[in-house]
């Protein structure tokens, strides 16, 4: 069975830094592409960033490029992501995601940003 | 980026009919290799999202077949046969054709 389990989520002042994981299990990690998927309080999904199976690739999305930074361990089974100059709108639930399309989803770890 | 807009926003279903949500692109999903990567997906309260379909009419292992895509090109549909109580939560179409992957705005069905 897939698992996924975010964790690193926390409570950070606007222009402060955090370190979000997702630790894997259940299939062969080094296969896959990873996403990271965030959603706002009460808002939609929307698509932060994706990683190619060797961590060679990272797609992002505008509104964090430069900010953000997707990476992973295969040796680990586990998925990254280092956020800085963090901002009131980064407040969300972040998701990894088994692949680029979403196969498989963790519990979320929530990240909340604010003075 | 490529928009995706569902419709209705907002799905009132009476248990056991059936119900259909609507998912538009601002540009083609049919990727040049032949493939269209339009997938749906399921939220239900305080959850984290569940894959229903993918690549428009692939349902995934585990999923009623009450649950079915179809579509082409910009114009794409998921369809409930018969809603049951257990269906309440809100679907997002996504597309990942094209970089960034985006997501439709979402659809909440509930019941009657």
């Known amino acids: 069975e897939v698992l996924l389990v975010d964790s690193g989520g926390g409570l950070v002042q606007p222009g402060g830094s955090l370190r979000l994981s997702c630790a894997s299990s259940?299939?062969?990690?080094?296969?896959?592409?990873m996403t990271w998927v965030r959603q706002a309080p009460g808002k939609g999904l929307e698509w932060v960033a994706s990683i190619n199976p060797d961590g060679s690739v990272q797609f992002y999305v505008d509104s964090v490029r430069g900010r953000f930074t997707i990476s992973r361990d295969n040796g680990e089974k586990s998925l990254f992501l280092q956020m800085h100059s963090l901002t009131i709108e980064d407040t969300a639930d972040y998701f990894c995601?088994?692949?680029?399309?979403?196969?498989?989803w963790g519990q979320g770890t929530p990240v909340t940003v604010s003075s | 980026d490529v928009v995706l807009t569902q419709s209705p926003l907002s799905l009132p279903v009476t248990v056991g009919q059936p119900a259909s949500i609507s998912c538009r692109s601002s540009q083609s999903l049919s990727h040049g290799d032949g493939g269209t990567f339009l997938h749906w997906f399921q939220q239900r309260p305080g959850q984290s999202p569940r894959r229903l379909i993918y690549?428009?009419?692939n349902r995934d292992s585990g999923v009623p077949d009450r649950f079915s895509g179809s579509g082409s090109g910009t114009d794409f549909t998921l369809k409930i046969n018969r809603v049951e109580a257990e269906d309440v939560g809100v679907y997002y179409c996504?597309?990942?054709?094209?970089?960034?992957?985006?997501f439709g705005q979402g659809t909440k069905v509930e019941i009657k």
């Open positions: 996504m597309q990942t054709t094209h970089w960034p992957g985006t």
């Open positions: 259940g299939f062969t990690f080094s296969d896959f592409w």
């Open positions: 690549m428009v009419s």
């Open positions: 995601a088994k692949g680029e399309w979403g196969d498989n």
